[in-house]
């Protein structure tokens, strides 16, 4: 059984632009975290990965994380459990279902957390460079923000570890090789 915390956050600013085609607004956002946080606890569960989080009703962010994890990486670790004890507001704006997704992911082994890791950054770097690719040579100008963008989402892959090293420790943990 494994016990962690998602912390809230505060928008101090919120910039929310005109619809995109297909629905979403794009935003921009400067947060503040708090010391106000759910409690969670991952243990094995029995048919299905389930979420169990009193008070909330719907689809919860923390199941459809794991599940898009698993089929994002082909992860096949037995069904999980995922409990939340809610401290923070729901609809609150503060962050808690985002966050109880991310503390449900951090909370996979060190295999799986490599997983989650090379997904993610690689991930993020496509979505960014197909957005540099949008704006031509301008994406490389740094009046830009997609400039910026860019450059982190590169440097993310080196971060915490390389994507090279990830591919390791993944490849190791399904046996491809010793």
């Given at each position: 059984?494994?016990?962690?915390?998602?912390?809230?956050?505060?928008?101090?600013?919120?910039?929310?632009?005109?619809?995109?085609?297909?629905?979403?607004?794009?935003?921009?956002?400067?947060?503040?975290?708090?010391?106000?946080?759910?409690?969670?606890?991952?243990?094995?569960?029995?048919?299905?990965?389930?979420?169990?989080?009193?008070?909330?009703?719907?689809?919860?962010?923390a199941l459809r994380a794991l599940g898009e994890f698993?089929?994002?990486?082909?992860w096949d670790a037995p069904p999980q459990r995922l409990?939340?004890?809610?401290?923070?507001?729901?609809?609150?704006?503060?962050?808690?279902?985002?966050?109880?997704?991310?503390?449900?992911?951090?909370?996979?082994?060190?295999?799986?957390?490599?997983?989650?890791?090379?997904?993610?950054?690689?991930?993020?770097?496509?979505?960014?460079?197909?957005?540099?690719?949008?704006?031509?040579?301008?994406?490389?100008?740094?009046?830009?923000?997609?400039?910026?963008?860019?450059?982190?989402?590169?440097?993310?892959?080196?971060?915490?570890?390389?994507?090279?090293?990830?591919?390791?420790?993944?490849?190791?943990?399904?046996?491809?090789y010793d």
């Open positions: 059984m494994l016990t962690t915390r998602a912390p809230g956050k505060v928008n101090l600013c919120l910039l929310v632009g005109a619809p995109r085609p297909d629905g979403l607004h794009p935003l921009v956002s400067v947060v503040q975290p708090v010391d106000l946080a759910d409690t969670l606890t991952l243990e094995p569960g029995e048919d299905a990965d389930v979420v169990i989080c009193p008070g909330v009703e719907g689809e919860n962010l698993r089929a994002a990486t082909g409990t939340i004890d809610k401290r923070l507001p729901v609809a609150a704006g503060m962050a808690g279902g985002s966050s109880d997704a991310a503390a449900a992911l951090r909370e996979l082994t060190a295999d799986e957390a490599a997983g989650a890791k090379l997904w993610a950054t690689e991930l993020q770097f496509r979505v960014m460079d197909r957005c540099l690719q949008l704006h031509g040579g301008y994406g490389y100008m740094d009046e830009y923000e997609i400039s910026r963008l860019w450059r982190d989402a590169r440097v993310t892959r080196i971060y915490g570890g390389t994507s090279e090293i990830m591919k390791d420790i993944v490849g190791r943990a399904l046996h491809l």
